[in-house]
């Protein structure tokens, strides 16, 4: 079976696309070999030596992750981790030919499914390698869902913006209108241009895209708004119940910023 790389895949978003399987190491009998166990689970293999290599891969349409060595040559395992945090639909997998508890605990931390110790089982490997592909399945649609409110907030104009963490809060009209030191029909008039941009139909609507949007990075958008905490929800929801730690707060990578398309 031929393993073609992420650029011939589908269109970007398409969790039905065939996954691909990044597989970092500098060792060419292990690439060979774990390139040959993805192909043969019908998967797509992009066998790469380096991390540097890795990062400048087109991202893949569908579900994707990375199995890489810890001790890579120039960046590390665990630096590109760090370099991925903004990208949780690319589980990462680390094999190591030893990995002590610091390395392990400081990987897993940070999000990594497993820690894996070579030699290792084809078997055991197959395992992880699925629960990250179903990881990265899960995550695909909210990241969609998440860049597009982010496109939407961003539409918002500086008072507008001011206006809808003061609103999702909890305050009245009345109390937006005094805390922003403008009349209440001006507040009105801010907050239904508000739930037109934000496409929503209610309150409780605006407090869910709030809450998914992050509550600590609206809250502080204007120094006006002193110690407004709306905090329903302090991190994003998680995916299962396992892995609430594993998706980075939306803080880290801004409100109105866009997904970059390139690893």
């Known amino acids: 079976m031929k393993c073609r790389t992420a650029e011939e895949l589908l269109v970007p978003g398409d969790t039905e696309a065939t996954p691909v399987v990044f597989v970092v190491d500098p060792d060419a009998s292990v690439r060979r070999s774990i390139g040959s166990l993805i ?23 569908g579900p994707s992750c990375l199995v890489s060595e810890v001790s890579l040559p120039g960046l590390g395992g665990l630096e590109l981790q760090e370099h991925l945090g903004a990208r949780p639909d690319i589980p990462i997998i680390f094999l190591a030919n030893y990995c002590d ?57 500086g008072r507008e913006r001011e206006v809808m963490a003061l609103v999702v809060s909890g305050l009245l009209n009345k109390q937006v209108a005094g805390r922003l030191d403008i009349s209440e029909i001006t507040v009105k008039a801010h907050r239904g241009r508000v739930m037109r941009k934000m496409r929503v139909g209610s309150l409780a609507q605006l407090v869910v895209i709030a809450a998914k949007l992050d509550a600590v990075a609206l809250s502080q958008i204007s120094p006006r708004l002193g110690a407004v905490r709306y905090t329903l929800f302090t991190r994003e929801p998680s995916i299962s119940t396992n892995r609430a730690q594993r998706v980075p707060r939306l803080e880290s990578r801004g409100l109105s910023g866009s997904h970059p398309s390139t690893l």
Not at 39 to 61: D, H, K, M, N, Y
Not at 107 to 114: F, S
Not at 120 to 127: A, C, G, K, P, V
């Open 39 to 61: 192909c043969r689970q019908g998967w797509r293999a992009q066998i790469l030596t380096s991390a540097e290599e890795f990062i400048v891969q087109c991202r893949p349409p």
């Open 101 to 157: 508890i610091s390395t392990t605990v400081t990987a897993m931390r940070a999000g990594a499914v497993e820690c894996m110790i070579k030699p290792f089982r084809d078997e055991m490997l197959l395992i992880a390698i699925r629960c990250a592909l179903e990881l990265s399945r899960t995550v695909i649609p909210l990241q969609t869902e998440l860049r597009t409110l982010r496109e939407r907030y961003g539409s918002l104009s």
